[in-house]
């Protein structure tokens, strides 16, 4: 069957950021999308008002239900990793024999139908996605675009094309995950870092770098594949590339580059055609990096300069990437993904580069017990940049408790002279009874739950 030919599309899991732009895809079409996840979030409001049925307990006699006005071969299951095999619909639907797909699986059989542009990488593979996006968008470009998180010049993570035009691009998000990456076969394929990280799946980096090279291999042999200079030095590749790099010699750079009334500026070099005068709004070198990997996908397409420096101008971020909640001149608060050494470390450095001399405070929530486990000295190290860290316990997600893996441990780790661990219960009054020139919430779990909270603490503090 083809994907947009069953007639039930079940989701376990469906508030995920990957999951929800899958459920919104086949809400266009008009199918029945129903589902469960463990917690109500505003996104998964959005789907229900968007026409999809969901509920937040695990309910098989409500799921026997749904699915006894279907034919067997009519509904299509889709699941994410995340959703743990003992979960107790995911048990009933595989003993009766459904047809169970993992979300890469439906994402790779949608690709199919157009050419992929395929963004991996463990860091900048979202706002990078994001961005080619909106440059495609701006060039007038028809393009689909499943996103790891919320535009926010789009306000969504899904973005529809045509789907009758046989030259229509579709934007990925190739997540490394679970190796999820590996059901897709780009025309365009670009990998943006291969820090180690999901040791838990592929024991060592030796293995994660095998997997990438796998999917370096998968790009079309008429087709483009783009790394970073140090993605190019790690992968044993055998297919030719482009290579680009923040400021080295590399066929795609940036030169000049400046700060001036908190923006980037710098030129672009390039093969094909060099951009002058680039200015981008995100903060940090790394974002002009994923800038330069952007324009390096644009430009294979032949959209022009003028073009290019219109959307990067234009372009707003995604959500929860140093995503600006308060922004005044007594007090800045940045809400941010970053769950990774590495990416604290760019998330941090921003900040202390565009607010230099302020105090900044940093609240951040681990995101499993073997991440934190693996990379514990390297997570010290970047937490201590902060000048106040707050800790809260790891979120679990998938994952069941590690004997002597939690945040204490962390905290003992860490050379910070102002150090907290504390229950996410704790935070506000935390922030009121201590200055806070520039606050930062860090982390991948449920720490974005505390965002309103923390915003209205911190107006409420500075008498906004």
Known sequence: MKILDYKLYYFLGAGGIGMSALVRYFNHYAKNTFGYDKTETDLTKQL?????????NEDVELV????????????????TPAVPKEHAEFVYLE????????????????TKQFKTIAVAGT????????LVTHILKTAGIDCFAFLGGISQNYKTNLLLGNANDTNAFVVVEADEYDRSFLTLHPY??????????????????KS????????ASQVQEKGTLIVKKNVDNDLSLKNKRLVYSLNLNTEYSASSIEIIDGHFTYDINS????????????????????SIAAVTIAQQLGVKGDVINEALRSFKGVKRRFDYRIKSKSVVYIDDYAHHPEELKAAITAAKQLYPGRQ????????????TRDFADEFAKSLDLLDVCVLLEIYPAREKPIEGIDSQMLLDKMKCNKKFLLKKEKVIDFLKTHSSEVVMTLGAGDIDALVKPIQDALLEVAGN
Request: aromatic share 10%; with cysteine; glycine share 8%.
């Open 123 to 130: 860091h900048g593979k979202t706002t990078t996605t994001t």
């Open 188 to 205: 365009i394929g670009l990998i943006t870092s291969v820090d180690a990280d999901h040791l838990d799946i592929y024991g060592d980096k």
């Open 271 to 290: 093969p094909i055609e060099c951009i002058r005068n680039v200015a981008i709004g995100l903060p940090g070198l790394h974002n002009v990096e994923n």
């Open 95 to 110: 003993s009766q024999g459904y047809q169970m797909e993992k979300r890469a699986w439906v994402l790779g059989e949608i």
């Open 360 to 371: 900044i405070t940093g609240i951040f929530q681990p995101h499993l017990y073997t991440r």
């Open 208 to 215: 994660m770098n095998q997997t990438y090279t796998q999917f």
């Open 64 to 79: 026997k239900q749904l699915l006894s006005k279907y034919n067997k071969e009519d509904v299509l299951v889709i699941y």
């Open 48 to 56: 229900e008002e968007e026409g999809s049925v969901l509920h937040f």
